[in-house]
């Protein structure tokens, strides 16, 4: 796995230094009132790709967070199960059976 995760980076920079090598011509980036200086057109393609890999790395944190935050509430839950589990054990299997039938009246 890790060679193809190499061999992707090396083609994703090769294809970057191209890109580069080929767009050497000066423009003027103007958004809104804000307006840029002359600058090389592989100096806007390497912000954008910054750019968008910062955008990427916040999305993905965020959703590792949501998956962590639910897991430690379902490790939570299957402790809490796991102790209802063992409670229900020890019980008597009288004492389970008329739990089980207080539990169908009240639903």
Known sequence: MWIARW????????????LALQNDDL???SLFNWHSGQLPVYFIFYFAFAAGMLVFLLISGYFQFVRYME?????KE???LELEVD???????????Q?????????
């Open 71 to 75: 897991l430690n509430r379902c490790r």
């Open 87 to 97: 409670k229900l054990k020890r019980q008597d299997p009288g004492q389970i059976s």
């Open 27 to 29: 423009v003027e980036i």
């Open 99 to 107: 739990t089980n039938n207080e539990k169908m009246e009240v639903e």
């Open 78 to 80: 299957i402790a809490r």
């Open 7 to 18: 061999t992707l980076i090396t083609i994703l920079i090769l294809v970057i230094l191209g």
